[in-house]
């Protein structure tokens, strides 16, 4: 790949069954809270990822084609049009979208064209636990006024906990998403079940805690 803007990332398209159909039925089991945290995931994914993000419209307030993956022809109501009610009904998942939007548009560092430029810039975060992968994105890469920015991705249904040294700032959880704060983690970040953290620091990177560089150290 010469260039991340090679790749179009999704989770839905127009083929297939929309996204939060997808949760229907491959997390049946999750309560309903569960599948939403996992339909902003799925989203949050998609819009931190290098790339160009794609995504299925009405996806962004939990849009149904009640069950039917090719669509095309179907003249049912319950299908193809889009019932703009679920705007309304589920607001914080369309103002989290709308946050996660707002972020990967003022950050270039989610933008990055080079794949030089993201081999150089981005760093996966060793020692996370089973299911979760976090890495940041450093020293103002693509021009970003933030100088570290970390992204952390919880797959699993259990809150975890993320080692990442430093002092951070959130900006988005499984609440909310955007560029202002949310809230302020240092050297270990909590992230809820089936969701995802986003912060930035303006920090040194530094690969480990001064905790963990002291028991390191007090070990040799």
């Known amino acids: 790949m010469g260039s991340p803007n090679e790749t179009i990332n999704y989770v839905s398209v127009h083929d297939g069954l929309c996204l939060w159909d997808k949760l229907a039925g491959s997390a049946a089991d999750a309560p309903e809270a569960l599948r939403i945290n996992m339909d902003k995931l799925a989203a949050g994914i998609v819009l931190t ?21 090719n669509s095309y022809s179907d003249n049912d109501p319950q299908v193809n049009p ?9 607001a914080e998942v369309f103002h989290f979208y709308q946050g996660m939007i707002a972020l990967r548009k003022a950050h270039p560092a989610l933008r990055m064209t080079e794949r030089a430029m993201v081999d150089g810039s981005l760093k ?15 020293d103002h890469a693509n ?67 001064p905790a963990a560089q002291a028991e390191a150290g007090a070990s040799n």
């Open 82 to 90: 889009i019932d703009w009610s679920l705007k309304g009904r589920h």
């Open 49 to 69: 990822a290098q790339g160009v993000p794609l995504l299925h419209a009405g996806d962004e307030f939990l849009r149904s084609k009640n069950g039917n993956a």
């Open 124 to 138: 996966f975060l060793g020692d996370t636990p089973t299911n979760v992968v976090a890495y940041v994105i450093r």
């Open 143 to 209: 021009g970003d006024a933030w100088r570290n920015l970390l992204v952390i991705y919880n797959g699993t249904r259990e809150a975890q906990t993320v080692d990442a040294a430093g002092d951070w700032t959130i900006v988005a959880n499984d609440q909310r998403a955007g560029t202002q704060a949310l809230g302020l983690a240092k050297d270990r970040i909590r992230v809820e079940a089936a969701s995802l953290v986003v912060a930035h620091n303006d920090e040194p990177w530094r690969e480990e805690a």
